[in-house]
């Protein structure tokens, strides 16, 4: 598939996450063996420690904590990574397991230099999809950062969905129409008449975060879509994330109790954490970013955002080489793809939304310029940890 295709041509002056790249795998010598490793499934990461499930879904299912190997000291480990695990991987009270491989991923999300961290920094591994959400009112929904949102998701190989939140608030026919050249499943949620917000929300009022119902169904309907996947929930302070991941998962933020399978209570850094989803099929996995806000768009190449509009992405052959895509762009050849009818009828509308996200996209590349490129640190590694 080309979108993860995509994943096997990184810069890799930005990004060195070599032991990954597809076809670049390291000579058996320099690769330890470690043929009684076994696989985990990284919930969290705090501080050089990571959380990992392991045994799936098995009767020996447990919670393992991991040091990571000196060899993979440079690369970042995330939330969503499959991971090789050895040493003591009982899970018993304070044992310590050795983390030695990161798998191959099937995606890689990640978010660059925005105007107050210019920094490129990984958010999530192996997540099938993105669920963008925004509030139809309180707080207004903006266009901009569900169009950067989007374009973060096709640059990783992930699905986007868009979640709609507070529409017993507002009717959002209107935002849903802004998007309906893009192929996007839309979710739509309210709460119940005794919960939510019809004022704003005051810190003052004593409300635990997140305790509104949400309606069932709407509920019953972002469960279907989440249903055997791993999605990655994003979206600003106030929108309903918190409402509506403990509507999913029955964490339970509010009284700060610890969830058995993420020890979330224990969890203190703005890291994205993995969260299940009771009653759903295995392999069902919520991912909270309660620390992205925003997300910073440096590091996309726009041929990735082409290639998730299936109908367009043929014509960038005839682009000249490096090109934008952008309207102005000399000889992008999107224009006369979409005018020879190669799109079909709808051609000319999905052709405007793909321009509305390449510009959300080269905005930033102009900051980034701006800016002048940083490197990503240790992602969550304290000085002198071995
Ligand atoms: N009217 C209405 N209010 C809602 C809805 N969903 C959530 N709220 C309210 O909106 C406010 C913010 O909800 P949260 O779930 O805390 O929002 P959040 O996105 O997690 O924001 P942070 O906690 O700041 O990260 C709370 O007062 C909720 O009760 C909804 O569908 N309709
Ligand atoms: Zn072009």
Not at 66 to 86: F, M, N, S, T, W
Not at 125 to 142: G, K, S
Not at 211 to 216: L, P, Q, R
Request: with cysteine; net charge negative; aromatic share 2%.
């Amino acid at each position: 598939m080309s979108r993860l295709g995509s994943l096997g041509e990184w810069d890799e002056s930005r990004v060195k996450i070599r032991a990954n790249k597809k076809g670049s795998r390291p000579r058996t010598k320099d690769r330890p063996r470690h043929e009684d490793s076994v696989t985990g499934r990284i919930v969290t990461v705090d501080r050089g420690r990571y959380r990992a499930i392991v045994a799936e879904d098995t009767p020996e299912e447990r919670l393992v904590i991991a040091a990571r190997a000196k060899e993979l000291r440079r690369q970042p480990i995330v939330p969503g990574d499959l991971v090789q695990l050895v040493g003591d991987t009982s899970g018993a009270k304070d044992t310590l397991a050795r983390l030695v491989r990161i798998d191959e991923r099937a995606s890689f999300l990640r978010r660059s230099a925005d105007d107050t961290d210019p920094v490129e920094r990984p958010v999530v591994a192996n997540a099938d999809q993105l669920v963008i959400v925004v509030a139809a009112a309180n707080p207004e929904p903006r266009t901009g950062f569900i169009d950067r949102a989007l374009v973060a998701a096709f640059d990783a190989g992930i699905t986007p969905v868009l979640c709609i939140t507070k529409c017993d608030l507002k009717d959002p026919t209107e935002l849903i129409e802004a998007y309906s050249a893009i192929d996007i499943t839309v979710l739509a949620t309210r709460t119940l008449d005794s919960g939510g917000d019809a004022a704003p929300h005051s810190p003052e009022a004593n409300e635990p975060r997140g305790s509104a119902d949400v309606e069932e169904s709407a509920v019953e309907a972002v469960r279907r879509a989440c249903n055997g996947k791993v999605s990655v929930l994003l979206g600003h302070s106030g929108v309903g994330k918190s409402t509506l991941v403990n509507a999913l998962t029955g964490a339970d933020r509010a009284t700060g109790g610890v969830n058995a399978v993420t020890g979330r209570g224990r969890h203190t850094s703005s890291s994205a954490l993995m969260l299940r989803v009771p009653d759903a099929d295995p392999g069902t996995w919520i991912i909270d970013t309660p620390g992205v806000r925003s997300f910073g768009l440096a590091h996309v190449e726009p041929d990735n955002v082409v290639a998730a509009f299936e109908d367009l992405a043929p014509a960038v052959a005839d682009c000249e080489r490096g090109c934008t895509h952008s309207p102005t762009a000399p000889g992008c050849a999107l224009d006369a793809w979409v005018a020879e009818g190669h799109a079909g009828p709808t051609g000319p509308a999905r052709l405007a939304s793909l321009r509305r996200l390449i510009q959300a996209e080269t905005d930033e590349h102009q900051r980034e310029k701006h800016l002048g490129h940083h490197p990503a640190p240790e992602p969550d590694l304290p000085k002198g940890t071995p």
